[in-house]
């Protein structure tokens, strides 16, 4: 297993649109066993794999208390949406920058596992928030893009800034 690098925003790479996995072979399943761990050693909830520069519509999450049940989503998609709800996200990809989103409060969705088993599933509150914010990464989109323009860029000024610091005291 391996720690892998996430890309930080205004990375270029985040940008990109991520493919449909065609075949669940063992580099997929590599994929998510290194994305777990990733997931795991970053404390995120979430991860896409768009974040670690590799453009597979693949997703892990753990939204256990205990983070003993990952779950891997392969060509992860929303179905159907309702409603609409606040909640204050945070990303991997964005350190230290935690704003509030509106997103479909319910949502119905699917996804393959690594078996290859086609799951339906509705879901609301976290887990609703998390698809849709892990899904959009596969997309090249991130939750700052729901801001103002003005405050984005303060926040890629920031991060910039901040980059620069540590890559200074290496
Ligand atoms: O760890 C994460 N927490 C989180 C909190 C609120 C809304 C979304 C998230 S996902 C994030 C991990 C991440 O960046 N996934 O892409
Ligand atoms: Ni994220």
Do not use: W
């Not at 999450?61 to 049940?69: F, G, N």
């Not at 879901?123 to 990464?137: K, M, N, P, T």
């Not at 303060?154 to 610091?165: T, W």
């Amino acid at each position: 297993m391996a720690v892998l690098e996430v890309l930080h925003f205004p990375d270029a790479r985040l940008r990109k649109k991520a493919l449909p996995v065609a075949n669940i072979d063992s580099s997929v399943k590599e994929l998510a066993e290194h994305m777990i761990e990733t997931m795991y050693a970053e404390n995120g909830i979430g991860l896409a794999a768009t974040q670690v520069n590799v453009q597979k519509r693949v997703v892990v999450m753990d939204l256990s208390i205990t983070k003993s049940e990952p779950v891997v989503m392969v060509n992860p998609e929303v179905l159907t949406t309702s409603g609409l709800e606040q909640m204050q996200e945070g990303c991997l990809s964005v350190p230290d920058v935690y704003e509030t989103v509106e997103r479909a409060e319910k949502i119905k969705f699917h996804y393959l596992t690594l078996e290859n088993k086609l799951i339906e599933q509705d879901a609301e509150g976290l887990l609703a928030v998390c698809v849709q914010h892990e899904i959009d990464h596969l997309n090249g989109k991130l939750f700052i893009d729901y801001l103002s323009p003005l405050k984005r860029n303060r926040i890629a000024k920031k991060l910039e800034k901040q980059e620069k610091l540590e890559s200074q005291a290496l």
